[in-house]
């Protein structure tokens, strides 16, 4: 079991930070939230930053967060904006324990079934383009199901590519 496993194991709490947008900086961020803000100056703050994240994620931001969820977007300050955009960046959480079975799923997203050839797994929209295991988006609700379907994927194309 890996270091961190065995320190949850013994009742002791992790404390660890998420980049929001990892994909911003803060300055890039700081841009887009003000885009945002410009675009909805009489909004409540909760009905605008709807459009930063997933919508079961706002009552958390606005719970933990500098700005009150009902803030007018023109009153928000820049040292309420600017500390914002650093909770976005270095989102807090508590790692408490592990999660048991009926909580372990496998990653989301991939490419969607609906456009790959079910026998050949090639790509409906690309012709000569060939899925299998991990990039498709399946659900499941451990990784052991998903490995299964990885592996007889990986056995059916090779198999094809072999007698092409």
Do not use: W
Not at 2 to 21: H, R, S, T
Not at 30 to 59: C, H, W, Y
Request: with cysteine.
């Amino acid at each position: 079991m890996p270091k961190i496993g065995k320190f949850l194991q013994k009742g002791e709490e992790l404390n660890a930070f998420l980049d929001l947008k990892p994909a911003l900086s803060h300055e890039q961020l700081d841009d887009r939230i003000l885009r945002e803000f410009s675009a909805a100056q009489n909004k409540q703050f909760k009905n605008v930053i709807g459009v930063l994240f997933p919508s079961s994620l706002t009552p958390v931001i606005i719970g933990i967060g500098p700005i009150s969820g009902d803030k007018i977007i023109h009153d928000i300050s820049r040292e309420s904006r600017l500390a914002f955009g650093s909770l976005v960046k270095a989102f807090p959480f508590t790692i408490t324990g592990l999660g048991g079975f009926s909580e372990a799923v496998i990653t989301r997203g991939g490419v969607s079934v609906k456009d790959i050839q079910p026998g050949s797994m090639e790509s409906k929209l690309i012709k000569n383009l060939y899925f299998i295991g991990e990039v498709l988006d399946l659900d499941a609700v451990t990784g052991r199901i998903q490995s299964s379907d990885c592996m007889v994927n990986r056995i059916s194309r090779s198999n094809r590519c072999m007698s092409e």
